[in-house]
């Protein structure tokens, strides 16, 4: 699906080197292994994740969202905290990495991936 792909790459985009080296050390990876983590974390999140409502207004930043239970509140949040403990252990079947490790993983992209949606949110205006 071309839009799990341009999730993807936005997700990947907006997490930046930085992001992507922290996520890599989090998971005890190289920066390939992170981005194959960051690939079908996107792809599992695309397919779960409703559009953002526009009523939400766009976040600022990564380090300000504060992990997952406190990724900007709202129904988005909400729905990301919910799909986290499915999305980890799809994402930890697919991967083979344990199940603890990628969840604390999605606690750096759920707020990306926030991010991500909140910015075509704003774009859709």
């Known amino acids: 699906m071309s839009d799990d792909s341009t999730f993807e790459q936005d997700v990947l985009n907006e997490l930046g080197d930085d992001g992507l080296e922290q996520l890599a050390q989090e998971l005890g990876t190289d920066s390939a292994g992170a981005r194959a983590v960051v690939g079908t974390a996107a792809s599992e999140l695309a397919g779960e994740l409703p559009s953002l409502p526009p009523e939400e207004p766009p976040l600022q930043g990564v380090?300000?969202?504060g992990g997952l239970g406190m990724a900007g509140g709202g129904v988005t949040a909400t729905v990301l905290a919910k799909v986290a403990k499915p999305v980890a252990r799809t994402v930890s079947k697919k991967t083979g990495l344990p199940e603890p490790t990628v969840t604390?993983?999605?606690e750096l992209l759920i707020p990306v991936a926030l991010t991500v949606l909140?910015?075509?949110a704003a774009k859709r205006k």
């Open 63 to 65: 380090a300000t969202l």
């Open 118 to 120: 909140s910015k075509r």
């Open 104 to 106: 604390r993983a999605l």
